[in-house]
């Protein structure tokens, strides 16, 4: 991996030392001032937001991470105006229909998180769909985090154990860590090592709360739109510098005071 990066010099890459994260998180933000700032209406930056989303899946493949999760669209982003959210859904369709057939064609496994109540038919139909053509895939796994909201996640988590202790087949003490996460909509993924957030904000904002306890953040001054390959080559590479310790100590550190 290192090679094959370091050798294409359109990516410059300072340091790569083979730690390349298996799973990947990103905030797609700012779409809207990108478009404002050139005096385009906003649609027009969440269509170029698709643009860099195509190439950040080509780059995640060619770079081998293993899970990628892009936040397409939060349980909160309904309360936009009504024709934001339908030019979302619009795009949203449209993304799937024409880029499904290059997804399979290289492999990827489509996932698609968050609560399904009450979707339109239609783009239900397609996340379906896409999950159910790419489910034997074993490269790239896309999770497409729509109508995803962390809190209503966890507390969908807790109502499906609360039922099954109530009726009896759980026992309290069996709840642990491990058998919550198997309730949440990442069951069976590997907690995101990286989370990347554009437009220079620095919130989570109910992504992957359960599921970032331990992950490093990135935080990326420019626009989703202007989000490309050399810009996920560098967030890998800030990645690869950083010491992770999930709450222990590392061995040069043993012998001083360290916090988590
Ligand atoms: C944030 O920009 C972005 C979103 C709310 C949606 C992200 C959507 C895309 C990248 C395109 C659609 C995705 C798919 C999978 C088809 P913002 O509107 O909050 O920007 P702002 O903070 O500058 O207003």
Do not use: C
Request: proline share 4%; net charge neutral; aromatic share 8%.
């Amino acid at each position: 991996m290192r090679n094959m990066i370091e050798a294409n010099t359109a990516v410059k890459v300072r340091t790569w030392p083979g730690r390349v994260p298996a799973h990947v998180g990103i905030i797609m933000d700012g779409n809207g001032r990108w478009a404002l700032s050139r005096g385009l209406p906003r649609i027009e930056g969440h269509r170029r937001g698709v643009e860099a989303l195509r190439v950040t899946v080509r780059a995640a493949i060619e770079f081998g991470l293993r899970y990628l999760t892009v936040y397409s669209f939060s349980a909160e982003n309904w309360s936009r105006p009504i024709e934001e959210v339908s030019d979302l859904m619009g795009l949203l369709k449209r993304f799937i229909r024409h880029d499904l057939g290059e997804l399979q064609k290289a492999g990827v496994k489509v996932r698609v998180i968050g609560t399904r109540e009450n979707l339109n038919p239609e783009i239900l139909a397609l996340l379906e769909e896409a999950e159910a053509l790419t489910a034997a895939n074993t490269g790239l796994t896309l999770i497409v985090a729509f109508n995803y909201g962390s809190r209503q996640e966890i507390a969908a988590a807790a109502r499906m154990i609360a039922a099954k202790a109530a009726s009896g087949v759980l026992a309290p003490a069996e709840i642990d860590e491990d058998f919550f996460a198997e309730h949440l909509d990442t069951a069976g993924i590997p907690d995101p090592d990286l989370i990347i957030r554009t437009s220079g904000e620095q919130r989570l904002s109910n992504f992957l709360m359960w599921q970032a306890a331990y992950s490093e953040f990135v935080f990326v001054p420019i626009h989703w739109p202007d989000f490309d390959r050399q810009a996920l080559a560098d967030a890998l590479t800030e990645f690869s510098a950083r010491e992770r310790r999930f709450g222990g100590v590392t061995l040069s550190h043993q012998s001083a005071k360290v916090g988590g």
